[in-house]
């Protein structure tokens, strides 16, 4: 089953039923995830539609709608990992509003970010010697080496942090039969690594949480040399959910149109359940030409 995310459009509308209509009009799509860039003025055209049999959502990232006094899309505003118990808190109880609206919405999935280690982050300068020519060097190596260190050493804390929000979450989001995506993150810093998770999900032990695969995010990481992104695939796809579906250019160009960078993509779909939810995730920048050329492509390949 394939769904659209309106990351793609939220920042450019007013009004959320135009915004819906865009979707379902320019590209055809019936299944929709409302992204984390929904403003509260968004709402009412978004109910509206809803109301009127219009659209189906397939899912909401949190958070969705964005914390009031956020202007711009922000799922990492408030994290389950942060230092300050006020922090976690906020991002409780936002949590619990996006599964409200998901329940209102009888969206199956609430997608979600947990966090990150407070270090000095490493994803984005190997990205950049990457893109220097620097690939793999003395420097390049030492640097994802160190980091690695000290993710390993000081990392136990924070995962502790979201294990303990994350248990409150599930119980919130059991209430309201609504199920929760852990996202897979494009960053070495932020959590769960690829490591963690499984342990993640064995303690939390729960039907209502699942892993959510987004595979431009794990394709940079191939790309750094943190993982293999088809080895990752097969030991994680039975607790897959769903999908952020999205290509990858060389190093770190991510939110591309399927088929136009290097993700393997007729290798790693059949990897996963049959019945997993493939949301596409698109920049804002993609026009509606090149999204309609992969989802014919898609279409051509793995059916609807």
């Known amino acids: 089953m394939i769904a659209f995310s309106t990351c793609w459009n939220s920042g450019r509308h007013n009004a959320g039923d135009k915004m819906l209509c865009e979707i379902k009009g ?74 409200d609206f998901a329940a209102r ?34 420097k390049y190596v030492r640097l994802k080496l160190s980091a690695v260190q000290k993710r390993e050493k000081n990392g136990a804390i924070y995962v502790q942090r979201v294990k303990d929000c994350l248990r409150r979450v599930i119980d919130y989001a059991a209430s309201k039969n609504v199920k929760l995506g852990l996202e897979n993150r494009r960053g070495y810093e932020e959590i769960p690594t690829e490591r963690e998770l499984p342990s993640l999900l064995d303690e939390m032990n729960s039907p209502q949480i699942g892993y959510w695969h987004d595979f431009g995010h794990a394709q940079i990481k191939e790309n750094l040399a943190f993982l293999d992104h088809a080895e990752w695939l097969r030991a994680i796809a039975p607790r897959t959910v769903g999908c952020h579906v999205q290509d990858c250019i060389w190093p770190a160009q991510d939110h591309q149109p399927p ?15 049959s019945n997993c939810l493939f949301v596409w995730e698109m920049s804002p920048r993609k026009t509606i030409d090149e999204i309609r050329r992969s989802i014919q492509l898609w279409k051509e390949r793995f059916g609807e």
């Open 26 to 99: 320019k590209l055809g799509f019936e299944l929709i995830e409302l992204g984390h860039g929904i403003r509260i003025s968004l709402i009412p055209g978004i109910q509206k539609m809803f109301d009127a049999g219009e659209v189906r959502f397939s899912s909401l990232h949190n958070f969705c709608p964005l914390p009031v006094e956020v202007m711009a899309a922000s799922p990492d505003c408030y994290q389950f990992s942060a230092v300050y118990p006020q922090e976690r808190e906020r991002a409780i109880k936002q949590t619990f509003q996006t599964i």
């Open 105 to 138: 919405l009888s969206a199956p999935f609430v997608v979600l970010h947990l966090g990150a280690v407070n270090m000095k982050p490493i994803t984005d300068p190997l990205i950049e010697l990457a893109k220097a020519g620097k690939y793999l060097s003395r």
């Open 259 to 273: 088929f136009a960078g290097g993700v393997d993509l007729e290798k790693l779909v059949p990897l996963l359940p």
